[in-house]
C-alpha cells in the first residue's frame, strides 16, 4: 500500500526496471449497459427489473463500506466522468505510462461471478469478456485479459474457458477467493480441467460471494477485519487445492493467489508439511508434501505487501518463497495501490528485481518479453 511516512521508516523511491508487468489491474464499467452490446435482451430487462442478487448476507449492497467509493483512490475519476478504472484513456495516463507499465493483466469485479441465478450469472461472464476484448485489449496492446467464469456453475464455467481458448487476449481465469465450497472441491474439478486443457493457469481473486460469514468465525463488525479475511480465504482455499489432489492431478496447471498478501505462505507451508508428516496415511493420494506441491504450482501477486518497520523481513520472505514466486502487481484503481517505485522498501539485486517486475509474470503468463 502507498501511505505518506511521517517517520524514519519513510522509504525513499527506487529506480524501476523497464517494462513493468502489472498482474492486477481492475476495469470498470461505466453503468451495466457497457455489456448491453453483448447481453440478450432476455437479461437486459431482467438486470433493469430484478437487478443481479448476489449470493451474500447483505442482499442490497456490499457487506462493508469501502472506505471510499468503488474501493478506489480519489484521485482515479476519469476527468470525462465515470467511475474509477472505467476510462482506458485515463488509466493509460495514470497507469501505464506514469509507472513504466509494459504488461498489465486485467482481473474485471465487475457483478457477474456471485450472482445467485447461475444462468444470469454466466450471461453476465460472457459479456464482460467480450467488453474485454472490445473496450480494453483490441485498443491498448500493453493489456492482456482473464476470462471471467461463472464458477459456481462448473459446467458453465468449463465451456466458457473452451469459448476463449486461443484468443490471445487471456492469459488467465479467474476465479474468486470466497466460493460456496473450499476451491479444492470436485466440484470446481470441470473449470480446472478446461484451464489445464487450454494452458492457461487459474487466478484465484481474494475477495468473493459465498453466501456464507466471510470469517470462520462469522460476520466480523469492521471493514478492517474484511481486509484483513481476504489473506485468510486466500489461505484456506490453498490448504484445500493441496489436500484434495488438485495438484497431484494437474501437475502442470499453474494457480495464482492475487491480492492476499504473500507474507502468511512460509508459515502455512511450514505447518501444512509438519501434519501431512503425521497424517499423511488420511491423504495417500498426495505423492508429494505439501510444500513440494506449492513451490511447483503456486504463484502470488505483491499487492498488499506488508509493511513491517524492519524491512528486512519482507526480504526474509520473498527469498523463503523464491523470487522466481512473486509477481508485481499495483491493485490500480484501489485505495491501497502499491506504487512500483515505493514497493520494495529494502535494496535487493538487479536479478531479483527483474523476476520481481518482470520475468515471473512473462513466465506464468505465456507473454514474450
Request: charge should be neutral; glycine fraction near 6%.
Amino acid at each position: 500500500m502507498t501511505v505518506v511516512l511521517t517517520s524514519a521508516a519513510r522509504q525513499e523511491a527506487q529506480p524501476v526496471i523497464s517494462g513493468v508487468a502489472d498482474c492486477d489491474i481492475h476495469p470498470s464499467v461505466k453503468s451495466m449497459a457497457d455489456l448491453h452490446p453483448w447481453l440478450s435482451s432476455k437479461w437486459i430487462e431482467h438486470f433493469k427489473s430484478y437487478g443481479s442478487l448476489r449470493n451474500q448476507h447483505y442482499v442490497t449492497g456490499a457487506a462493508y463500506h469501502k472506505s471510499q467509493p468503488n474501493a478506489s483512490r480519489r484521485d482515479a475519476y476519469p476527468p470525462e466522468g465515470g467511475p474509477q478504472a472505467s476510462s482506458l484513456a485515463f488509466m493509460k495516463q495514470q497507469l501505464l505510462d506514469s509507472h513504466g507499465i509494459a504488461l498489465g493483466i486485467l482481473n474485471p469485479l465487475v457483478p457477474s461471478q456471485g450472482v445467485r441465478n447461475l444462468d444470469h450469472s454466466a450471461a453476465l461472464c460472457r459479456a464482460i469478456n467480450h467488453w474485454q476484448v472490445e473496450c480494453w485489449t483490441s485498443k491498448e496492446a500493453r493489456l492482456r485479459a482473464s476470462i471471467v467464469v461463472p464458477y459456481e456453475d462448473p459446467e458453465a464455467s468449463a465451456a466458457e474457458i473452451r469459448f476463449w481458448a486461443g484468443n490471445a487476449s487471456f492469459v488467465q481465469v479467474l476465479m474468486l477467493s470466497r466460493t460456496s465450497f473450499p476451491t479444492g472441491n470436485k466440484r470446481y474439478w470441470p473449470i480446472y480441467d478446461a484451464a489445464a486443457e487450454a494452458g492457461l493457469p487459474v487466478g484465484i481473486h481474494a475477495f468473493g460471494n459465498s453466501g456464507l460469514p466471510i470469517t470462520s468465525a462469522g460476520w466480523p463488525s469492521y471493514y478492517m477485519e474484511d481486509m484483513v479475511a481476504h489473506a485468510q480465504s486466500s489461505q484456506a482455499g490453498l490448504v484445500s487445492l493441496v489436500i484434495e489432489g488438485v495438484f497431484e492431478r494437474w501437475p502442470a496447471l499453474k494457480f495464482v493467489l492475487i491480492e492476499s498478501g504473500f507474507s502468511w505462505a512460509p508459515s502455512l507451508i511450514w505447518r501444512l508439511d509438519r501434519n501431512w508428516r503425521t497424517l499423511r496415511s488420511e491423504v495417500p493420494h498426495l505423492k508429494m508434501s505439501p510444500g513440494e506441491y506449492i513451490r511447483r504450482n503456486v504463484w502470488w501477486t505483491s499487492q498488499p505487501i506488508d509493511e513491517p518497520e524492519n524491512a528486512t523481513h519482507v526480504s526474509d520472505i520473498f527469498d523463503w518463497l523464491g523470487w522466481d514466486r512473486i509477481m508485481f502487481s499495483t491493485d490500480y484503481p484501489h485505495w491501497d495501490f502499491d506504487d512500483p517505485a515505493r514497493v520494495l522498501a529494502f535494496r535487493t539485486s538487479a536479478e531479483k528485481r527483474q523476476q520481481f517486475f518482470r520475468g515471473n509474470a512473462h513466465h506464468v503468463y505465456g507473454v514474450a518479453a
